[in-house]
């Protein structure tokens, strides 16, 4: 079942915590998501992260951008095994638009399989 919503009050409070010197960098909707998903259902959300970052060739902030030449086999491999917890990373943020073909090609093989 997916939820809809739409609101304005929650999503004011995190725009605040952005500073003035990083408007240009600041993203809150990263973090907000999470909030009105737990309000809606908390039963149904978990407390452990679905997405693995890589900040290792960090530009401006901005985590690494996966390009057409690492989509491949190992690299989802790699993203499965990337942490210390009990749980996987199901993917990756984050990959160039021209990605999406070639994970859809591998698509089949690992990522749905999984």
Same mark, same amino acid.
């Given at each position: 079942?997916?939820?809809?919503?739409?609101?304005?009050?929650?999503?004011?409070?995190?725009?605040?915590?952005?500073?003035?010197?990083? #408007?240009?960098?600041?993203? =809150? +909707?990263?973090?907000? !998501?999470? /909030?009105?998903?737990?309000?809606?259902?908390?039963?149904?959300?978990?407390?452990?992260?679905?997405?693995?970052?890589?900040?290792?060739?960090?530009?401006?902030?901005?985590? #690494?951008?996966?390009?057409? =030449? +690492?989509?491949?086999? !190992?690299? /989802?491999?790699?993203?499965?095994?990337?942490?210390?917890?009990?749980?996987?990373?199901?993917?990756?943020?984050?990959?160039?638009?021209?990605?999406?073909?070639?994970?859809?090609?591998?698509?089949?093989?690992?990522?749905?399989?999984?």
């Amino acid at each position: 079942m997916a939820t809809l919503f739409r609101e304005c009050c929650l999503w004011q409070k995190f725009s605040e915590q952005c500073l003035p010197e990083s #408007q240009d960098s600041c993203y =809150p +909707e990263e973090q907000y !998501l999470r /909030t009105p998903l737990d309000v809606a259902d908390p039963a149904g959300c978990t407390w452990y992260t679905l997405t693995r970052i890589d900040y290792t060739d960090s530009v401006d902030g901005d985590p #690494q951008t996966y390009g057409v =030449p +690492e989509v491949s086999l !190992l690299l /989802t491999a790699e993203l499965h095994q990337s942490n210390n917890s009990t749980y996987e990373h199901m993917f990756a943020r984050k990959f160039a638009p021209d990605c999406l073909g070639p994970l859809m090609v591998i698509a089949d093989t690992v990522i749905f399989k999984d």
